[in-house]
């Protein structure tokens, strides 16, 4: 059987950042269609990549449960804050050595939703209760992806759709989410307002115009 023809000599990473509700793991499905034919094959993760398993070769439905916690309070939950953030670097760049390169370097593009960046995106949903420096901190030593797509819509559209979020938290969210430029990152925005085919096909061109540099 013939090896299959692709346009990339070299893999993508992908993450995809946005408020819940905003559309994410339907355009991943998208996505995964309409560049299917430029790379070797797909994976996909939810958070941090898994180091211990094969990434997912498809997106599952919702795309992954991500349930907050308490959010601590005091010098123990502090600590434990802290404690949480460097094993979760730690399993970024285990997952990112042992599992998301090697994809990369098979001419794959690896998607994945949210990452680490929800410890500046929205702390309280990794139950995180210590100084932002230290996020910022870890956002510069961890692997980074070569494309992050920032989803963005109408505070209130969104809230139609996900409304547990306040129209307050959802525009923090999206403010936050553009401050992720200046801390190095390759940063695009997107706008979900438009309808799915035309988002799906804005992500997918810049995946393409990000891989033929």
Not at 195 to 207: G, N, Q, R, T, Y
Request: proline share 7%.
């Amino acid at each position: 059987m013939s090896r299959k023809t692709t346009s990339v000599k070299h893999g993508l990473w992908l993450v995809l950042i946005g408020p819940d509700g905003v559309g994410k793991t339907s355009v991943a499905n998208g996505v995964f269609c309409a560049v299917a034919d430029h790379f070797e094959s797909l994976r996909y993760h939810h958070w941090i990549p898994s180091w211990t398993h094969p990434l997912l070769a498809v997106v599952p439905p919702g795309g992954g449960r991500f349930e907050p916690g308490p959010s601590p309070d005091g010098f123990i939950g502090k600590l434990s804050s802290l404690l949480r953030l460097g094993r979760n670097v730690l399993r970024a760049w285990l997952g990112y050595l042992l599992r998301v390169r090697p994809d990369l370097q098979r001419g794959r593009l690896v998607l994945g939703d949210r990452y680490l960046f929800n410890y500046h995106l929205d702390p309280s949903s990794v139950r995180y209760g210590a100084s932002s420096l230290w996020v910022r901190l870890a956002l510069h030593v961890i692997p980074k992806p070569d494309l992050v797509i920032s989803l963005v819509a109408d505070p209130e559209v969104i809230h139609t759709r996900k409304a547990e979020l306040t129209i307050s938290e959802i525009t923090d969210r999206l403010i936050r989410a553009r401050a992720l430029k200046p801390l190095g990152f390759n940063l695009v925005e997107i706008s979900a307002d438009a309808p799915l085919k035309a988002v799906i096909a804005s992500v997918a061109d810049a995946i393409l115009r990000e891989t033929s540099r």
